[in-house]
Each structure stands twice: as C-alpha cells, then as structure tokens.
C-alpha cells in the first residue's frame, strides 16, 4: 500500500487544522493505520490509531480529547482532525499502514509510511 499525507499548514493556536491520509489499494479495509509525528531535534512520536474497521482508536495522552481519528474504508482515506492545537503540536506529520486488525502504537509495527506533512502552530 502507498501512503500520501496532506492538509498540513500553519494555524494559530486554538485553531483546527484536518490532516488526511490517502492510501492506494483495494485491501485498505484490511489495514490498521497510525499517525505519528516528528518535531524537530525530537523522535518521532505516536499520535494515535484506528483498528481496520474503525472500531478501535486510541491516542497519546498529549492529544486526547482534542485529536480525533476516522476513517473511511470505501474512500480509502485516513483523517486526522486537531483541534484546540497548541505550539507544541508543530511537527511533521506521518501516517502509517499495518495489514493487520489492531493498530499498534509502535512505530517499529507499521510496515508502510507516507511522505509526511508539517504542521505549525504559531503562538
């Protein structure tokens, strides 16, 4: 499966910003996927995941309650929604792809990777 993230961009604080991830293929239903970020001088981090079907997300603590992810299987199409983003959001934003029910929080689970998308948010 081949990953293209995309909606980044610069938001002020408090503000919303939707990230999507497109996914190619005919078995995307079949995949869990993830989103993970990177800020700079820092290791990648995980966000949050859905299972396969959607029945499944969990999140970081740092975005709980103000991140939201869906999917949608017949448009192949993962969704970050941010809201209430705050400076320390600002990171690369990646999706990633395991073909597989549970998502795992684990980068080192995912075998497929997007080319990411930045997010800032300004003060």
């Known amino acids: 499966v081949q990953l293209q993230a995309s909606g980044g961009g610069l938001v002020q604080a408090g503000g919303s910003l939707r990230l999507s991830c497109a996914a190619s293929g005919r078995t995307f239903s079949s995949y869990s996927m993830g989103w993970f970020r990177q800020a700079p001088g820092k290791e990648r981090e995980f966000v949050g995941a859905?299972?396969?079907?959607?029945?499944?997300?969990y999140y970081a603590d740092s975005v709980k309650g103000r991140f939201t992810i869906s999917r949608d299987n017949d448009k192949n199409m993962v969704y970050l929604q941010m809201s209430s983003l705050k400076p320390e959001d600002t990171a690369v934003y990646y999706c990633a792809a395991l073909q597989d029910y549970y998502p795992p929080r684990a980068q080192g689970g995912y075998d497929y990777w997007g080319q990411g998308t930045q997010v800032t948010v300004s003060s």
């Open positions: 859905v299972s396969s079907i959607g029945g499944i997300r």
